[in-house]
């Protein structure tokens, strides 16, 4: 269930009454909340945990902190203008109202904004040349048109959420589902059970473990990093009841200019004279992907496949990375697969190095579906 807090003024009838069709008309599967004031949304903000938070309107100085009180609490940003951010709005009351308001907080609120519910052309025109955000939606107002019903407004705007909630989906996991991550990905690679450790296998047995997996969550973000036939191989072997989830079908967002990236494989090709040869290349790639932001878990899932099954000449490699200064990416590289993938040091083929920059690759790992 997705659980949504409105946060609007009451003085603005139409927004209010927007606001009234949109909990009228969602399902079971949301549980809305409407606050008109800072007070009541603080009061609701400290008793509950919501997956969004949908501002009506725009240039309520309140609207940054009632923000930012739900977003380190896990909410997600949408926010509908309903067209106060119109040229003729802005204008009014330009220099000592909106442009303050604007650098303060009204342009940055917008950005962070994992959605935009515009609700016509003029609208999309608008924010185009603004060019604050590039998620703008169109879901027209049944309040004001009746181009579209009170209840397909709702269900599109429920739609929206959904495909909000399904985008970057690793920020929303705890840790108990990015632990069973972990091993997933380790059964899938090594096809057995029994590289797994006791103390892992023992956590998995765990009914609270076994029965507060965020599946959903788990899942896209397999299909959306390209990692799905590991995982479900992992599932498998582990014995999991995860449920049949289509998530080839599910929309998602992605980052601005994000690039898909193609496999190791796809790109280096498999024609080498050694395993050696073959690792080289692939430390090449991989320091061009990461200065390119393209490194993904999908490389480091193929990586620790690829060092399971093939030996090398490791004396050797380590002179010739060396040589082409590509030993400090494969060191980091090691440590990264320690900390995602469960490669452990008896693979590696170079000592893992775990430093400031391995840090930020970490981050960058993490961040590579980020919005």
Known sequence: MIRILHYYRSDDPMIAQHVAALQQGMGTEAESHAAATADDARTLLQGSRYDIIHLHGCWRNSSYSITRQAMKKGARLVITPHGQLEPWVQNDGYWKEKLPKRILYQRNQMRKAYAVIIQGKMEEECMKRLSWNSRCIIIRNAIVTQSITPKEMAKQTFA???KVTDSDTLSLMTQETRTVLRLLMKAGITGDIRWLSEQDIDYLKQPEVRGNIQWRELLCYAHQEDITDTIQRGVRILQLDAPDIDVEDIPYFLPDNYQQTQSIGQTIGNQFASEN??????????????????????????????????????????????????????????????????????????????????????????????I
Do not use: W
């Open 277 to 370: 040869d073959r690792l080289i290349a692939t430390f090449k790639l991989i320091k061009k992907l990461i200065a390119n932001g393209q490194f993904s878990i999908r490389h480091l899932v193929e990586l620790d496949r690829e060092l399971r099954q093939y030996g090398c000449d490791e004396d050797l490699l380590e002179e010739q990375l060396t040589e082409r200064q590509l030993l400090p990416t494969a060191r980091r590289t090691m440590q990264l697969m320690t900390m995602t993938t469960g490669l452990t040091e008896g693979f590696m083929p170079v000592v893992p190095l775990h430093d400031r920059t391995t840090k930020k690759l970490y981050q960058q790992i993490e961040n590579h579906l980020k």
């Open 160 to 162: 929206l959420y959904r």
